[in-house]
């Protein structure tokens, strides 16, 4: 080359002409106004849809209510003294630490485990189904999934319907003795006679404020106690259709069947029965001169269930029913990423002497990883965000103990605050909030590009 | 150290009526180094993962020593297995991997480094123990994986075609590595290829598999020597063994010009069943060019088969002709080793004649060994 440098008509074809004008060229050979003509429409919407708004709310965020006084950082000082918006932040905590591991953990274990039965497929379309219901529907699915009343919610009929099989519940909750009766309400709910039993003289125990319709339809014609011995009658003292006397079994009155009657001396229960279906009951020798007693248990309340959507437990269902809807994504993902683990490593690991738990702990979990973090961090960012099925789940009575940031920011902002100043400030703390998650996600996609 | 016996083993995948595995039965000696050899789908790989405990066994038994492990998971087996494409765990060092089981046996750390370092020196791998999978070579990844295999110090090695992610070069390095090891460890191994050469060449013995069924299992000379069937005859031997159709005739068999003397017992059984020809097979190194000295059939014609060159290899130090020839009418392809410095032209026609004692005859029907 350094030879023909003398002649320059036979320089190589490649070195262009010396002196020629040539247009400038970024460094793919593009023109800079096409390159700026194709990135025009996405710059035009990202800018319009998320710089400009982003912007507009820090700006906001530094005036008042009206949005005409300038405030300076005040806004931020009201968001920061309000122990709601700190139940918000401390929610929005729980609820970032809670969800996305409890979501992942779960999502893994349907992965793995629809993976190794035959219906597995029809398994994971049953888990992914939530995924395709609107976070508002699914909140009012839970609104009465997690309802008081077991009659009317789910979580509670399931509940109270397994209590129960435990803990035989009381025979007649709400029960009281007849006003005027030798029954005294004594300590813990319970009654006492005030005078003591003799044998031979039958002890009359009167009891009201039973709903005829809630007899069983068993119950018999109270009766008389027969034979001798300490004896006595348990019964509604209630005669249907009228008529009836105080104090007096007369015909049509019901026997209760199932009443514990106690007989106590000087506060200790020395002898105990049961009410036959008449009513009747007989206590041993051991029982003169007791006094009897009907225990609490006998008209303890029904068992009620849980108070989900109470000021404790709010939070926790209301997380629960996030998990329901989002196991069946973290389940899909984790799934694709199981079907890129390959077979030998798990067979090598089954040879090398370890069992199915450390396999899955100590070759399935670790090759999962990146998957995981994926999952992890997508949901982080979807939990931080999360409004709708606290909105919509929490009754009006605990929202406050359920409020998160994102909602926060609604009602300050125009459910009923109108001061969208403050909700600017809260949107600020939001984005702040969500940026570090945003920052580690970017970073992590560009390391796993580079590999 | 322990034998390995397949007592009538048999695997018939779900949802498939013909057996992958059928009945096989081979005992393995201690400190054996045996090879299971056949085309792809014969069911060698099966045979091994049955072996391994990765594949049920649906009949018959399996045995390492005298435990019965036919139906025990892969764990309490005390096997190694090499995969064919190792198999590394990706998140772990090269010690890691190969410390991997001992650390699920629960070996206190030190003894494990010891071992890991001991097995590391063996295989020339010290300098690389920190490093992950992906920062190794084809060549050093498939020597961790027999790292991982000799430090467990297992009953049995297993090995899945492990050298077939390596290049020719290296392959053939590794082999004579592999087998040495072996001999060195003194540990039972059964060892899983479809290249013959390698099973001849590593093998104490060898097991031919055709379609899940045991061909023949015999010390690779014998197996070269005197293949039991046809199978065997074509598949060991490379360049193949040139087997031909030809009539019977009195007091042996009449191969182009000339007569291959063959046993009468045999000829008598062939005949017996029917049979009008038999197959003669005869390794391309058996042919020896006769130009007009052998005595011949028909006295116009020279002795042997005529053969036109096609093809010429060479290789140095002798060459492979690769011709056609017509015998018994019909247009055969046969390859006959030449010396190195006497090479024929293409298109040249020689004369070529089985040598006395290396023929091998198998029944056309059957397929069975006839000479012996």
């Known amino acids: 080359m350094s030879a023909s440098m003398a002649a320059p008509d036979t320089a190589g074809p490649v070195t262009p002409p010396a002196g020629t004008p040539r247009r400038a060229k970024g460094i793919t050979g593009t023109r800079p106004w096409v390159a700026a003509l194709f990135l025009l429409p996405a710059l035009v919407l990202l800018g319009a849809l998320v710089v400009y708004p982003i912007g507009y709310s820090i700006v906001r965020s530094l005036y008042d209510a009206g949005g005409s006084g300038f405030v300076g950082v005040r806004n931020y000082g009201t968001v920061f003294s309000d122990s709601g918006t700190l139940t918000a932040v401390r929610n929005n905590a729980i609820w970032v630490v809670v969800a996305p591991s409890i979501t992942t953990a779960l999502g893994l274990i349907f992965a793995v485990l629809t993976e190794r039965v035959r219906w597995g497929t029809a398994f994971k379309l049953v888990v992914f189904m939530p995924m395709a219901i609107s976070m508002l529907a699914a909140g009012i699915i839970f609104r009465l999934v997690y309802e008081q009343d077991p009659n009317q919610g789910v979580a509670n009929a399931v509940i109270s319907s397994v209590h129960d099989t435990f803990s035989a519940g009381s025979a007649y909750p709400g029960a009281r003795p007849r006003p005027g009766a030798d029954l005294a309400p004594t300590a813990g709910g319970s009654y006492t006679t005030r005078s003591t039993v003799r044998p031979g003289t039958a002890a009359l125990l009167p009891l009201v404020g039973i709903p005829q319709a809630e007899l069983p339809s068993s119950a018999q014609q109270a009766g008389r106690p027969r034979g001798g011995g300490i004896t006595g009658t348990v019964w509604l003292d209630f005669t249907p259709g009228g008529g009836g006397r105080a104090g007096v079994i007369d015909p049509g009155e019901k026997g209760l069947k199932g009443v514990t009657v106690q007989a106590v001396k000087v506060g200790r229960v020395v002898a105990s029965a049961k009410t036959a279906a008449d009513g009747t009951f007989t206590l041993p020798a051991t029982a003169q001169g007791a006094q009897l007693r009907l225990p609490a248990s006998n008209f303890a309340a029904r068992y009620g269930g849980v108070d989900w959507l109470g000021p404790t437990l709010v939070t926790p269902s209301i997380i629960g029913a996030y998990v329901w809807m989002w196991a069946g994504f973290a389940m899909v993902l984790i799934a694709a990423g199981l079907a890129g683990v390959p077979r030998e490593l798990l067979e090598a690991a089954r040879v090398d002497g370890a069992n199915e738990w450390q396999v899955f702990r100590k070759i399935t979990v670790p090759l999962l990883a990146p998957v995981l973090a994926v999952v992890v961090v997508t949901l982080m960012i979807n939990v931080l965000k999360i409004f709708d099925l606290v909105y919509i789940i929490a009754p009006g009575a605990t929202q406050n103990n359920a409020m998160v940031l994102a909602l926060k920011l609604y009602l300050t902002s125009f459910g009923g605050g109108n001061d969208q100043g403050v909700g600017s400030a809260i949107s600020v703390l939001l984005l702040l909030l969500v940026l570090p998650v945003m920052i580690f996600n970017i970073r992590r996609i560009r390391r796993e590009g580079r590999r | ?372």
């Open chain 2, 1 to 372: 150290m322990a034998t390995v016996t397949f007592d009538k083993a048999t695997r018939i995948y779900p949802g498939t009526d013909r057996a992958a595995v059928d009945k096989l039965d081979i005992e393995i000696a201690d400190g054996e180094f045996l090879v299971l050899v056949g085309p792809s789908g014969c069911g060698k790989s099966t045979s091994l993962r049955m072996l391994a405990g990765l594949e049920d066994v649906d009949d018959g038994a399996i045995r390492i020593g005298d435990r019965d492990v036919t139906h025990l998971p892969p764990k309490d087996r005390d096997i190694a297995m090499v995969f064919q494409n190792y198999a590394l765990y990706p998140h772990m060092t090269v010690a890691d991997n190969m410390g991997f089981a001992l650390k699920i046996a629960g070996v206190n750390k030190t003894e494990i480094r010891t071992r890991v370092e001991e097995a590391a020196k063996i295989l020339d791998l010290t300098e690389y123990l920190g490093r992950k999978p992906k920062a190794l070579s084809g060549g050093q990844r498939q020597r961790v994986a027999m790292g991982r295999a000799i430090v467990r110090e297992p009953q049995v090695f297993l090995m899945d075609e492990p050298l077939s992610n390596l290049d020719a070069k290296l392959r053939v390095q590794t082999r004579t590595q592999i087998a040495g090891l072996q001999r060195r460890l003194g540990t039972t191994t059964v060892y899983v290829t479809h290249d013959q050469v390698e099973a001849m060449t590593m093998g104490d013995r060898v097991a031919v598999l055709k379609d899940g069924l045991l061909q023949q299992v015999d010390s690779p000379r014998n197996m070269y020597d005197r293949p039991a069937n046809l199978f065997v005859a074509g598949f060991i031997g490379s360049p193949a063994m040139n087997l031909v159709e030809v009539p019977i005739t009195d007091g042996g068999v009449k191969f182009g010009n000339s007569i291959v003397p063959v046993n009468r017992e045999a000829i008598a059984a062939a005949a017996e069943k029917g049979d009008r020809t038999v197959t003669v097979g005869v390794r391309p190194e058996h042919f020896d060019i006769a130009n007009g000295e052998a005595k011949a059939l028909a006295k116009d014609e020279p002795a042997g088969v005529a053969v036109t060159v096609n093809v010429v290899e060479e290789l140095g130090a002798d060459g492979y002709v690769y011709g056609t020839a017509e015998i018994g009418g019909e247009q055969k392809d046969i390859v006959v080793r030449v010396g190195g410095r006497q090479v024929p032209m293409k298109g040249e026609v020689l004369h070529v004649v089985p040598r006395a004692g290396e023929t091998h005859v198998f029944s056309t029907s059957s397929g069975e060994r006839l000479s012996d």
